[in-house]
């Protein structure tokens, strides 16, 4: 069947939730997809920032296949060793101390709410505590993780939302401080923000929101779904600032391509927050998921994948600043590792070049509306980001 036929067919069975590219893809082979007509693509969106180890990757593979012959699903109501093992890798790289597997980020984010309000409550004996969020933050579409979502314009028209949040700037600390009153149990921030425009936090806010937490009594809950798993060079991104959160929320490339999600506290927050009968799953945390989350961990321990990111994103940068110096229609160049953006000047559509890019055999994507957004498989080569700047040179010279 034709590429066409297959999107027509889509559009009358799929609910229309996004405006997907026009293509179908059909397989992927390291840091390459190619789609029903053959076409190859380079790709720099890796699923949305999730396929870390890029594609058909032998050792993952074959650790899932022989997982799926000998144990798909339990239920948590029975313990599995995949999982006791993924759960005990989890917290040795991220120093956190208790895990609870989810299916995907936004219930990492539910997950995470909950138990800081639980914590709360145990501690004062009462309920309707507050949380602080930022603007042109994104943490999933659940209403919870919603809640604390500071784009307006994905929020409203599901409001009201459950509990009450503030919102504060993104890095502007006084901001923050001023909305903690004696209700306030949580705040809740990404380590770098993506959707939002890709903004790292600057050092002082990090360092600052830690310290009003721990003045106020205040939980710290970091949303790593996308800046985690080794994404800025550090196997979490609050690793490279030394602030570490009181919870944390992963998903993403924790996973590689299996739909998992995570989140994390320290034994002082599991201690006093959710207990047997708070929080539960059917699937979360399966066998098949434990052994891939396991795998993903081994592999990247086995290959340096943190220590990789680190020397190849210093070219991605290098490159994307030399591509700004060259290119007017771009304004900024923001990031951390290899989650990086480009920001283009007001007048020029991101989505219009990433649709550009897509005719030229590159998978790219936007973060917000005016930033071109860059997180490749964290196994990508000089080569890849030389091929990547090659094309963009071409389509930007085309504007000229
Ligand atoms: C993708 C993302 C989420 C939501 O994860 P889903 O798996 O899509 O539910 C939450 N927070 C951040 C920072 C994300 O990038």
Known sequence: MEANAWM??????????????????????????????????LDFAAGIAVQALGYGNKEYND????????????SNLYYNQPTIEAAKKLCEVSGMERVFFTNSGTEAIEGAIKAAKKYACEKDGTTNHEIIAMEHSFHGRSLGALSVTGNAHYREPFEPLPGIVRFAEYNNLSSVESLVNEKTCAIILETVQGEGG???????????????????????????????????????????????????????????GVPVGAFLMTKEVAESSLKPGDHGTTYGGN??????????????????????????????????????????????RRGLGLMQGLELKPDVPAGEISRKSLEQGLLLITAGNNVLRFVPPLVIEKEHIDEMAGILRKIFSEYE
């Open 63 to 74: 650790a899932l296949k022989t997982q799926i012959d000998k144990l798909l699903h339990t």
């Open 287 to 332: 066998p098949f998921v434990g052994a891939a989350v396991s795998k993903v961990l081994d592999i990247f321990k086995e290959q340096k994948i943190t220590a990789h990111v680190q020397d190849i994103s210093v070219y991605l940068e290098e490159q994307l600043e030399q591509l700004k110096k060259d290119v007017p229609m771009i304004g900024a």
């Open 8 to 41: 027509e067919q889509a559009e009358q069975a799929i609910l229309h939730t996004y405006n997907r590219y026009q293509i179908v893809l059909e397989r992927g082979e390291g840091v390459y997809l190619y789609d029903t007509n053959g076409k190859k693509y």
């Open 198 to 256: 890709i903004y790292p936090a600057s050092e002082e806010f990090l360092t600052g929101v830690k310290q009003l937490c721990q003045e106020h009594g205040i939980l710290l809950i970091l949303d790593e779904i996308q800046c985690g798993m080794g994404r800025t060079g550090h196997m979490f991104a609050w690793q490279g600032y030394g602030v570490k959160p009181d919870i944390m929320a992963c998903a993403k490339a924790l996973g590689c």
